[in-house]
């Protein structure tokens, strides 16, 4: 994720999205769509946790909801390090589900990808 700076509405460290060419955190982001959409606002997703790798090294993940043109995304993302040997795994919904699909329901998944 790109760090834009601080969220333009909470002040959060680390916003990653441009809405209106202001940076947003997730939630603030999420807010705003919601009230233009007239679409539910998100549930928060999972807290970050540390997952011990078969290497026996501790690797930070954390969690993300995002709308996107299909459909809610769920994300979970490795924090730490260069950001080429980070992991990111995108869950996304089913065409069919619509906009208000359930993000905790993914039944598809790519790949992870390495940056």
């Not at 999205?17 to 009230?35: K, S, T, V």
Request: hydrophobic share 30%.
């Amino acid at each position: 994720m790109a760090d834009l700076g601080p969220c333009s509405a909470c002040r959060a460290p680390g916003s990653g999205i441009r809405l209106n060419n202001r940076p947003y955190c997730d939630r603030c982001a999420d807010e705003r769509l919601a009230a233009v959409t007239g679409w539910p606002t998100l549930p928060s997703p999972p807290p970050a946790e540390v997952i011990v790798g078969p290497d026996k090294k501790r690797h930070f993940v954390r969690y993300r909801l995002l709308r996107m043109p299909g459909g809610v995304v769920g994300l979970a993302e490795k924090l730490g390090g260069p950001v080429q040997t980070g992991y990111r795994l995108e869950l996304p919904p089913r065409a069919r589900r619509g906009a208000q699909a359930h993000p905790d329901r993914g039944s598809t998944c790519r790949a992870p990808r390495t940056w």
